[in-house]
């Protein structure tokens, strides 16, 4: 009953204030009545109050959005401005509906007594296990305002590294799906047009051209299979992708021996173990419990696996530095640069110092690969397209070789 009694729901009213001017907004209350005695208490005569339909708080609550928050809650809050004007701020101001209704359900549970990290928990979808047990750690060493700021540059460093292994995939992707296509579509409409031109020749066709004619009438006659094979194939792909932790593991493995990408997500991975670790243990999580959200913001199946194995050896006693030692999946400079953390005691710190470098280390090889990949990609899109172009032409000129003999 007392559950049923503190739901708030949130409602659109309109009315007119003292003066007669129209106003609306919206409040949440656990029911019309309670919204039509508020209002009334604040000199508002109320003429319309509906239920906030699903709806109107249409958008999509990214990564950045709460990053976003994350570094403006932290920013008032070392202001001085009080948790509950916070929120009111940050979510008043947000472009995003549905990050302003998330502000304002948070703010409703933190109204009626909830903590701050438990109303976080009630929203795994955005609040991670991470982000919930810094805030808890706040809340209770009285150092929220701290905490929120570390916790901020953290998300900031990791959506930097996120961006910068997105850009080195996306770029040579779209690429060759904008080759394919152009090569779909001279396969499909110029090369026919070529066949019919030739058709009248009347001599026998150069092997190129009779090769790259054979394709073009496989992409005319079978172009549907061809486009919904693809597309038929990369959907099933990324939806067993996302279900199946067997081909997570196997995908995740193998991109870390590609050439020079599984370099570079190898280095992001290093740095994102490093960062969340010293982010967690800088703020006074037990290590054992820290490895939890470490293992989770891994990003990588193999060291998810490699944290899970070094946090079961650390609770029977083994140091850090031996555990990550055993797991095989860490580079010398790493378990020197731990060591030297656990033996001064600034663990956090050399941990930083790690995370630093391995950044550092993911801008170097995304721009050394971008500019690798622009030559090369410029080399196989000549040869292409070329290829195919001298494949149509050599009749002509065989013809106009002919003539001039």
Not at 169 to 187: D, G, R
Not at 195 to 212: E, R
Not at 264 to 275: D, E, G, L, M, P
Request: charged content about 20%; some cysteine; overall charge positive.
């Amino acid at each position: 009953m007392a559950a049923n009694a503190t739901k708030q729901i949130t409602f659109l009213w309109e009315g007119k204030d003292k003066k007669g001017k129209v106003v609306k907004g919206e409040i949440r209350a656990a029911g019309e009545a309670v919204v039509n005695a508020t209002l009334r208490r604040q000199g508002i005569t109320v003429t319309k109050v509906k239920k906030q339909g699903a709806f109107a708080a249409k958008g999509k609550i990214t990564d950045k959005d709460i990053t976003l928050f994350t570094r403006q809650l932290a920013t008032m809050m070392k202001a001085g401005v009080p948790l509950l004007q916070a929120f009111d701020i940050v979510g008043k101001g947000h472009n995003n509906p549905a990050v302003a209704k998330l502000l304002g359900d948070i703010k409703s549970d933190v109204e009626t007594g909830s903590s701050l990290s438990a109303s976080f928990r009630k929203y795994p979808l955005y609040f991670d296990a991470l982000f919930c047990n810094l805030v808890g750690a706040g809340e209770q060493a009285g150092i929220l305002d701290t905490l929120l700021d570390r916790l901020a540059t953290y998300k900031e460093k990791i959506m930097a590294i996120k961006g910068k292994i997105k850009s080195a995939l996306v770029y040579p992707i779209s690429i060759l799906v904008v080759a394919f296509v152009i090569t779909a579509v001279i396969m499909i409409f110029v090369i026919p047009a070529f066949k019919t031109l030739f058709s009248g020749f009347g001599a026998d066709l150069p092997a190129p051209t009779l090769v790259v004619m054979a394709i073009s009438d496989f992409f005319v006659s079978y172009w549907w299979a061809i486009f919904g094979s693809i597309g038929g194939g990369l959907w099933f792909f990324f939806y067993t992708w996302k279900r199946s932790e067997k081909l997570q593991s196997t995908m995740d493995r193998l991109m870390l021996k590609l050439p020079i990408v599984g370099e570079i997500i190898r280095k992001a991975t290093i740095a994102r173990f490093s960062r969340t670790l010293s982010t967690m243990f800088s703020a006074g999580v037990p290590l054992v419990e820290a490895l939890d959200s470490v293992a989770g913001a891994s990003g990588n199946r193999v060291y998810f696996d490699a944290t899970k194995r070094i946090q079961s050896e650390i609770s029977t006693g083994t140091s850090l530095t031996v555990a990550m030692q055993n797991a095989q999946v860490f580079p010398n400079m790493v378990l020197q640069m731990t060591a030297i953390g656990e033996e001064s005691g600034a663990l956090d710190s050399m941990l930083s110092k790690v995370a630093d470098f391995y950044e550092a280390e993911v801008d170097d090889a995304v721009d050394a690969m971008s500019s690798l990949m622009e030559p090369v990609i410029m080399v196989v899109l000549g040869t292409l397209i070329g290829g195919l172009v001298v494949a149509m032409y050599l009749p002509i000129f065989k013809m106009g070789a002919a003539v001039g003999a």
